[in-house]
């Protein structure tokens, strides 16, 4: 049980109260004004605040009190605008102002152990560090790269950490589509343009990612190509600043890169020409990981050993992390897994694979309501591998402190619940 304090408009309250109160928490204050709220604070003792994201029910003040006495904060945003006020603040916990109550329970009753605000115990020194960008990089044949992205991206946001998803792949992005969002204008060229003439920061930043939402598993998302026509605006000094700019303003940054590593470009005459996979070289410099995407079949295995030893001639060794996507035995016979990590360590002396399961069925629900696997298929064999592998391989272990309880109080005049 918790005890919860609400701060938002009216018609909002008399439509969570009554799941509040079904699930066993107390509700300590009601329709409180944001000076009201932290007036009270000491005599309500909340576990749980409820506010509207808005700049009249949210603002630095509360925060701080919230902050000092240990107490969660929960914002709904009725829009884009209330949103990003609450991102300013650097307040994580942001929902729609529709969201249900069966949303909303997981958070006020525990969820993932995070502070408040994003930054919140990070360092100065230590920011670069916290920031880490993940490049998704796979072979020509649809290994999965972007189904592996995108997910990646749903798990880490769902463990409490703002994410940022960039489609950099220049042959055409396909992140949009996936996730319904619209592609007219391409969020990532639009950063890399500003980044060219300088004018990238954290407000345009704000202005061109689109936000899949998703409960407490939303990120931003900057949209990729429309067509593979306009690769010439992801010249490699703006991708290197573009991204170096998103890196500094989301925690962490997950990019979809193109598929050819080839160099065959740069020996014509033109050595001014623009390159055609210049976005995938700048992309793999920068990244701080990067996830190698190959098929489990004998096409996609060797396509993906020769791609890996391309890579490694790019890339530190120690910074390549080798999934292998629709393990099946109809395509590799009794003991598909064993075959896989025989095939590996035999022919690229990897001896650490991630295998992720043929899962068709989650797949397709995901693509048919351009959803997540996290929010289309939870409970799917699919899921759990990809979940397992962006805890292991990119989450550090957070230490689960024991949540602040109060005594109960007797209802206090003018702020208990009616």
């Known amino acids: 049980m918790s005890r919860l304090a609400f701060a938002l408009d009216a018609a909002t309250e008399d439509r969570l109260l009554p799941d509040a109160v079904e699930h066993g928490h107390l509700v300590v204050g009601r329709a409180l004004t944001q000076s009201d709220l932290i007036t009270a604070l000491d005599a309500i003792s909340p576990d749980v605040v409820l506010v509207g994201a808005g700049r009249a029910a949210l603002g630095s003040a509360l925060l701080e009190a919230c902050d000092v006495r240990g107490i969660r904060i929960i914002a709904l945003a009725a829009n884009d605008a209330e949103r990003a006020q609450a991102r300013a603040l650097g307040l994580h916990e942001v929902f729609e102002l529709t969201a249900s109550w069966r949303e909303l329970e997981p958070i006020v009753s525990g969820g993932v152990p995070v502070p408040v605000r994003a930054h919140d115990g990070v360092n100065a020194g230590d920011r670069e560090r916290a920031a880490s960008v993940i490049a998704v990089w796979g072979p020509s044949g649809a290994p999965g790269r972007t189904t592996v992205a995108v997910n990646l991206a749903a798990e880490l946001a769902d463990a409490g950490h703002?994410?940022?998803?960039?489609?950099?792949?220049?042959?055409?992005?396909?992140?949009?589509?996936?996730?319904?969002?619209?592609?007219?204008?391409?969020?990532?060229?639009?950063?890399?343009?500003?980044?060219?003439?300088?004018?990238?920061d954290h407000g345009e930043l704000e202005r061109i990612a689109q936000r899949h939402s998703s409960g407490r598993a939303s990120f931003e998302v900057f949209t990729g190509l429309v067509g593979p026509s306009r690769w010439p605006e992801l010249a490699r000094d703006r991708v290197t600043t573009a991204l170096t700019a998103?890196?500094?303003?989301?925690?962490?940054?997950?990019?979809?890169?193109?598929?050819?590593?080839?160099?065959?470009?740069?020996?014509?005459?033109?050595?001014?020409?623009?390159?055609?996979?210049?976005?995938?070289?700048?992309?793999?410099?920068?990244?701080?990981?990067?996830?190698?995407?190959?098929?489990?079949?004998?096409?996609?295995?060797?396509?993906?050993?020769?791609?890996?030893?391309?890579?490694?001639?790019?890339?530190?060794?120690?910074?390549?992390?080798?999934?292998?996507?629709?393990?099946?035995?109809?395509a590799l016979g009794i003991d598909a897994y064993?075959?896989?990590?025989?095939?590996?360590?035999?022919?690229?002396?990897?001896?650490?694979?991630?295998?992720?399961?043929?899962?068709?069925?989650?797949?397709?629900?995901?693509?048919?309501?351009?959803?997540?696997?996290?929010?289309?298929?939870?409970?799917?064999?699919?899921?759990?591998?990809?979940?397992?592998?962006?805890?292991?391989?990119?989450?550090?272990?957070?230490?689960?402190?024991?949540?602040?309880?109060?005594?109960?109080?007797?209802?206090?005049?003018?702020?208990?619940a009616s």
């Open 162 to 200: 703002r994410v940022a998803l960039v489609d950099a792949d220049p042959y055409g992005g396909a992140v949009a589509p996936s996730l319904g969002l619209l592609d007219e204008a391409p969020g990532f060229a639009s950063a890399c343009r500003l980044a060219g003439s300088g004018a990238l």
């Open 246 to 330: 998103i890196r500094e303003w989301a925690e962490y940054v997950v990019v979809d890169t193109g598929f050819s590593l080839e160099h065959d470009e740069e020996l014509t005459s033109d050595q001014f020409a623009p390159r055609r996979n210049a976005a995938t070289f700048a992309t793999l410099a920068l990244a701080d990981e990067v996830v190698a995407v190959g098929l489990a079949d004998p096409v996609g295995l060797s396509r993906l050993l020769r791609g890996h030893a391309e890579l490694v001639d790019l890339v530190d060794p120690a910074r390549i992390r080798v999934v292998v996507n629709r393990v099946r035995t109809s």
């Open 338 to 416: 064993g075959q896989v990590r025989q095939t590996m360590r035999r022919f690229a002396g990897l001896s650490e694979v991630v295998l992720l399961p043929h899962d068709g069925r989650a797949v397709d629900a995901a693509i048919l309501t351009a959803r997540t696997l996290r929010d289309a298929a939870p409970k799917s064999p699919l899921r759990t591998a990809l979940r397992g592998f962006a805890h292991d391989a990119f989450l550090p272990e957070v230490p689960v402190e024991r949540r602040r309880r109060f005594a109960p109080l007797r209802a206090e005049a003018g702020f208990a």
